[in-house]
């Protein structure tokens, strides 16, 4: 998603030679990702880096990863790809010649959450 996101803003530089941190950094201060966001996404890599060193993951360190990534990707499907959230526009594309496609909303955004 992120170097998906350095190609559709036509950052400067290859996404595929940078590192991840190096990819979240400059893409939040490109972009301005909202600070939830930027905020799930540091906890799913808190995560993932504990259970690369070994440390013991449980089921609900996974739910919850799962529940803050479905929560980035509505973020950058309502960002990247407004025809998920609204019908209008549906024949646009974005300025990287990408098609969109249709995602529906998810409820917990609907309810302000």
């Known amino acids: 998603m ?4 350095w190609v559709r803003e036509k ?3 290859k996404a595929d030679a940078k590192t991840i941190e190096h990819l ?4 939040k201060e490109q ?5 939830l966001v930027q905020d799930y996404i ?3 890599q808190l995560v993932r880096n504990r259970a690369a ?7 609900e360190d996974c739910i919850e990863c799962l529940r ?3 929560m980035v990707l509505e973020w950058y499907f309502r960002r990247y790809v407004p025809e998920s959230s609204s019908s209008k526009g549906a ?14 909303k998810h409820p917990s955004l609907e309810q302000g959450r």
Do not use: T, W
Not at 2 to 5: A, F, P, Q, T
Not at 31 to 35: I, L
Not at 91 to 104: E, L
């Open 2 to 5: 992120l170097r998906d996101i």
């Open 11 to 13: 950052i400067s530089g």
């Open 24 to 27: 979240f950094s400059v893409v």
């Open 31 to 35: 972009v301005g990702m909202d600070r």
């Open 42 to 44: 540091r906890d799913i």
């Open 53 to 59: 060193h070994g440390e013991q993951i449980v089921i």
């Open 68 to 70: 803050k990534m479905s």
């Open 91 to 104: 024949d646009s594309q974005h300025k990287s010649g990408r098609k969109p496609v249709r995602i529906p």
